[in-house]
């Protein structure tokens, strides 16, 4: 059993932490045990209850999750085998899985399928997390998931780990890097970076020829 102290719990769960002391007081949410020096903690069985789930099945309910993503539309093809060599590879092993799909760069971090896959995360609903490769999930960033997994108990399963990028779509993630900058910038430096975009999609354009 995972147990929080006040300071987590309340961050897992939106609140603060003297809203968990007057729930305690109150007799609302009494905390799992208080450590000899006052500390509380709370356990996994006291986070699951909270996000609603019933305390027989929170284990039965985590899932495994597919996630799969490209960086735009006209990769809609690369995502249809990429969720196929997915659910290839989870059939194989048995497991009983659902598949999230994204279409959005690599280093958005605001795309509608990892927001959800996040949510899953945090509601202790997802046992593994299987993706093709490491940087489908995100390009840049990944450890950040990884660690927030490691919180919930969650594993990341990647099915291929040799070093694989298609150039394309890093240049087109490397350019939205260089464009936010941009806009943040003024004048003759944003001139610079402006030029530097136009070189690298004229780059890009040499390099498919």
Not at 20 to 41: A, I, M
Not at 117 to 144: A, C, H, M, N, P
Not at 185 to 198: D, H, T
């Amino acid at each position: 059993m995972k147990y929080y102290s006040i300071g987590e719990f309340a961050k897992l769960i939106g609140k603060t932490e003297q809203t968990l002391r007057n729930w305690d007081k109150n007799g609302t949410l009494k905390p799992h045990h208080v450590v000899e020096s006052g500390y509380r903690y709370y356990s996994q069985e006291q986070l699951n209850h909270f996000f609603g789930f019933k305390n027989n099945n929170a284990e039965q309910k985590r899932r495994v999750i597919g996630y799969c993503r490209v960086s735009s539309n006209k990769q809609k093809d690369d995502l249809e085998r990429q969720i196929e060599n997915v659910k290839t590879y989870m059939i194989a092993k048995a497991y009983s899985f659902d598949i999230i799909s994204d279409i959005g760069s690599g280093i958005n971090y605001n795309k509608k399928g990892l927001n959800q896959l996040v949510e899953l995360i945090t509601t202790s609903q997802v046992e593994k997390i299987v993706i093709l490769y490491k940087d489908r999930l995100l390009r840049f960033g990944f450890e950040l998931i990884e660690n927030l997994c490691n919180q919930f108990n969650t594993t990341i399963e990647i099915i291929d780990n040799t070093e694989k990028t298609e150039e394309q779509e890093l240049v087109e993630d490397l350019i939205q890097i260089v464009t936010a900058f941009s806009c943040r910038l003024q004048c003759k430096r944003a001139n610079k970076a402006k030029k530097m975009i136009k070189e690298l999609l004229e780059d890009e354009k040499g390099d498919l020829y």
